[in-house]
């Protein structure tokens, strides 16, 4: 370096050498900064700006695990742990969901829920990252008590990847395992069928398996529907009708301590159900544990004798083929012998009835000789025109058939009980919607479990019979609960119209069981212009004092009914009436003796035509027998009674197959 003084060094410049040394101040030096040197500082001062930001992400890193830790273990010790869908182990395979993903929703009418599929956790293992499989499986079995701890070892000791442990595992069973830190054991998000109401239409609604495919009811006759299309399934159901109806039967199921009970509730104007029970039920959530009495829903899969509320079907099909008129009468004054058996009536009159009578009273006797006039082909053809030869079109996979003679075998005998509801077997809701008809104006309706959505057409009815006949059977029914065998079923305000039903229940032996009865009641409110029919029937109940001893349809099941109809009258917006009572009740009177028009005989005791027309057909069947036998050289085998021959297979049918025997001597048909 140049030491000598800078230019302007003078005596007077303190930092001048000369100056400071005469100061003593200390001696400076100019230095050289180099490239290097200035690249070594951006270096080191870069690297500073690095190690700063590195230290920030640390720190954040800290403070987030430390809060949730704090959160874990100080905050919400219970939550549960997120759910692993799946180990990510190399070469596992991705574990299967069982069944479809969701399930569509099953709503009611009103939107109220009955169905739904809710996320459930399913545990599985890797067998191949357990050690002792053994204490695995023992210390699962302290969460899970269900399990079969043998099993899961064994199945934990397999060289799979993947196996189930347990399905619908709860949350607080997930938050014990995840507690047991066990390797290899993860949790899979699957759905599981839940019925927010419980027994609530539980045989409607049927269930699911475990994979969530439906297995009864609804769910099983919409199973494609509700796994493929999310939108929910809104039934007719009305679950304020259900939970009533249900109330009413069970309680009468109990009162009368029967085996069980069923009622049904459907518009009149449409065919939908809004109600059907079935006692005894079950909670639809544990459809695994329902005994097969539970399980039966003896609405549309039980078939049986309906009794007299057949006799329905008899007059109507009567009055609209012009067989009888109202004005005609018949022959009840003693019973009818067929063969050794003997039709009876519950309360016999020994007197000449019009139609109005014989349904008002349910006389068997009279129902029997309109049938004779009816004629088999004709009583075959009509019930085939209201259905009651095939299943009811309804949405349940478990609508039976009806059990009936066939053709070949439907002889006089078969056409006469059949004609008050013996010798053939039907379900209950065979009966409700053919009441519907009778009611309705003539139309019969599909029976359906949809609800109608907005914009939908209105269902169209198959008119069965004229709105003349229609007319007149609300009227005989108003006058069976006004002054007949259902005047227990009558609610003040609704005019209420029904029939009585009561038949001797067929043993498993052959025969009819003595003192058991299948009690029901069909009504229509209000009858002079139908919203809504009810139907309800006891099975196998009881006498007490508050029946005098009777086990009859007008009874046991009108009760139920009545309690039924004041209850869901109102909420179905059906108020009770009380003004224009004399007008409404004129409309539908009917005048007693029914006269005939001027100038007609009626059919009875003055008309020679008509002296006994059982008689008449019996040796009518006789001599086609006969005329048949000879045909194919086959002797002839008489059965005595009434001068009515019957051959010996029919005799036997007659002793042996109960349901289609008729009443015996010691006993009859009650309505």
Known sequence: MNDAPPPDATPNNPWSPRSRRTVGLPHGETVRVTSPDLRRRRAIEKSRGRLVVVSSVFLLLFLAVAAKLADATLIDPMKPAPRVVQQFVPNAPPPAIAGPPVRASILDANGQILAVSLPVA????????????????????????????????????????????????????????????????????????????????????????????????????????????????????????????????????????????????????????????????????????????????????????????????????????????????????????????HITDFEPQHQWMQLADIMRLSSNIGASRIAVLIGKQRQREWLKKLGLMTREPIQLPESAMPQLHPGSNWGLATLMTVSFGNGIAVTPLHIANTAVAVVNGGLLYQPTLLAQDPGDPAPQGVRVMQESTSDMMRRIMRLIVTNGTGNFGEVPGYFVGAKTGTSQKVSSKGGYKQHTNYSSFVAAFPIYAPRYVVYIAIDSGHATAATHGFTTGGYMAAPAVAHVIARIGPMLNVMPRFDNVAAINQELSLPKPYPAPPGVVPLGPNNPGEPDNVAAAARAERDQRTSRREAHHEPAKVAAGAGWAAPAENEKLLRHDAMYRVAAPSSHAAH
């Open 122 to 341: 399913n545990l599985y293992a890797d067998p191949r990252q357990m050690i002792d499989t053994g204490a695995v499986a023992a210390e699962l079995k302290k969460v899970l008590p269900d399990i079969n701890e043998a099993d899961i070892a064994r199945r934990l000791a397999s060289s799979k990847a993947f196996v189930y442990i347990a399905r619908q595992v709860t949350p607080g069973q997930e938050i014990a395992i995840n507690n047991l830190g066990i390797p290899g054991l993860s949790f899979q998000t699957a759905y599981e069928r839940r019925y927010p109401l419980g027994n609530t239409a539980a045989q409607v609604l049927g269930g699911v398996d475990i994979d969530g495919n439906g297995i009864a009811g609804v769910e099983k006759y919409f199973n494609k529907r509700l796994n493929t299309d999310p939108s929910p399934l809104r039934l007719s159901i009305d679950v304020r009708v259900q939970a009533i109806l249900r109330q009413e039967v069970a309680n009468a199921v109990k009162t009368y301590t029967a085996i069980g009970g069923c009622g049904i509730v459907e518009d009149a104007n449409s065919g939908r159900v809004l109600g059907m029970v079935s006692i005894p039920d079950y909670d639809a959530n544990d459809l695994a544990t329902a005994t097969d009495a539970e399980r039966f829903n003896r609405c549309a899969t039980g078939t049986y004798e309906p009794g007299s509320v057949f006799k329905l079907q008899t007059a109507s099909m009567a009055l609209d083929d012009n067989v009888v008129h109202m004005w005609d009468y018949f022959n009840t004054t003693h019973p009818i012998p067929i063969g050794r058996f």
